[in-house]
């Protein structure tokens, strides 16, 4: 397994971006999808996942202003960030795991190199 997570960049407060993140497996569409996120100074933190069959998980933070959606024919998940805010400035992070969507970051065995999205206020 190999996470290549892109789309990261400098954008302005209300601004829209969207993160994707490609797996090298064969076996996308069975596997659990995660976003998280880890700010300087800060813990790394969940921010959306999506099982093989489920519709999205988020934090409390980014409901109602992020999607996570996936493409298992191209073996990709995207998270589209709408109306960001400076409180959203992070290194995001795609992970994988089997089973179940977890909130917990130790429950991810497989990482991707993290994207840098900066939000200007």
């Known amino acids: 397994v190999q996470l290549q997570a892109s789309g990261g960049g400098l954008v302005q407060a209300g601004d829209s971006l969207t993160l994707s993140c490609t797996n090298s497996g064969r076996t996308f569409s069975v596997y659990v999808m995660g976003w998280f996120r880890q700010a300087p100074g800060k813990e790394r933190e969940f921010v959306a996942g999506?099982?093989?069959?489920?519709?999205?998980y988020y934090s409390d933070s980014v409901k109602g202003r992020f999607t996570i959606l996936r493409d298992n024919a191209k073996n990709t998940v995207y998270l589209q960030m709408n109306n960001l805010k400076s409180e959203d400035t992070a290194v995001y992070y795609c992970?994988?795991?089997?089973?179940?969507?977890?909130?917990?970051?130790?429950?991810?065995?497989?990482w991707g190199q993290g994207t840098q999205v900066t939000v200007s206020s």
């Open positions: 992970a994988l795991r089997t089973g179940s969507v977890s909130h917990s970051k130790y429950e991810y065995r497989y």
């Open positions: 999506i099982g093989s069959i489920d519709s999205g």
